[in-house]
């Protein structure tokens, strides 16, 4: 299929940006969107331009590192997908397909369609972990006893990739589904529970901190999510808080 | 507590308990405005009960007027953070492939609301708190003494089509506004999955049945007169 791409250039994070057409021929149903990325760059070398900086990594959908704001929704238009396991028979022969970074005062453009999402990476520093002695006498983890359903649940938030589609397709930005799942994955179990309240109360202010939005429960970020992470982890994670802060 | 309502989520539980307080409010407006449609003494009586009873006028009533505002100026405050936050937009959009338009447009229907609320108290609450609180005649009688006021003073203000046609747009943005907020109220309070779903099918008949009763009351009354 042949198709004509607009896609947003953006020299570094000084520079402002735009949109650039580029026309890609001879492109297979069966390719990966970032195959036809590496069409498009393959092409862009030859010609002796500059290719398009993209961020990807495993290209197999579990390790949340591309990204992309493709025809306006995070990730394209398939669904419980990442951008490197959206294939190319999504489009037609002839189809404009417009390609952005995804937009966020904390996700700032570095090149391209690269954005930071080291914003992630502080919510996580700021109580996304449970304190463990791993010096050799680590208890079994299989000892204690935990509901299939509280186990089920905590693995379903667990899922969250912080690929950071949530923020990309929320319209107020926010972050709330990425810190939800990651508070849930913890407080469902009970080694998560022993830090809860300073982790909700310390994530909550680090995202708070980094820029992001107020959630407004539109639930966009539900059916972007890649992994299906569900609104619950949200109200889940309010909850949390409200506990945390009755706790002092 | 302080540092938890000024947080994103205690915000947010802020702006669902006005809500919550708000809708109840609407409901109990809805019971006793329906009376007038079935029995002008009743809907005299209730709404003299309602004007005079010093828990509702004392208590319940700077509540409701705190609960107004906060819902208002708090909706505003979090709409421009929240466009803040995405400082360079998106050239292309699709909103519509992954969310409601009346989520996306809360602060729209928002803005219809207040604006029939400006008028709404143009209508009734402000010559209600001239009456009684200036003019400091409690007593919710008609000038020649025959009788109490309030279902004259009601369908006095719908024998103009065109307030009738500002209310009945008012009540369809208060609608979508509440096809949205009413489920959002209870996701914000933290409540979990299972009961929301039940609490969603409740909502879209409270979002739809509240504002058609008010619009056929209006609808009643301008054809009645």
New interface residues.
Partial sequence: MNLTLKIWRQKDSKTKGQMVDYKVTDISEHMSFLEMMDVLNEQLINAGEEPVAFDHDCREGICGMCSMYINGEAHGPDRGVTTCQLHMRMFKDGDTITIEPFRAKAFPVIKDLVVDRSSFDRIQHAGGYISVNTSGNTQDANAIPISKHAADEAMDAATCIGCGACVATCKNSSAMLFVGAKVSQYALLPQGQVEATDRVKNMVAQMDLEGFGNCSNTGACEIECPKGISLENIARMNRELLKATFKG | ?S??FT???????AMALSALFLMFFLLQHFAINILSVFSPNAFNEASHFMGTFWAVQYLLQPVLLFGVIYHFVMGFI?EI??R????????????A????WM??N?IFSGLAILAFLVLHFIDFWIPEINTKYIQGDMSGLLADGEGYRYYEELTHKFVNPLRVGAYIVAFVFLSLHLM?GF??AF???????MR?EKLQKFGKAYAIIIPLGFILIALFHHFNH
């Fill in positions: 507590m540092r938890f947080s994103s989520i205690g915000r947010k539980y979090l953070k929240n803040n936050a995405r400082v360079v937009k998106y050239a292309k959009n699709n909103g492939a992954n969310s409601s989520s996306r809360m949205h489920s959002s996701q914000s309070s933290g409540v979990s999955s929301k």
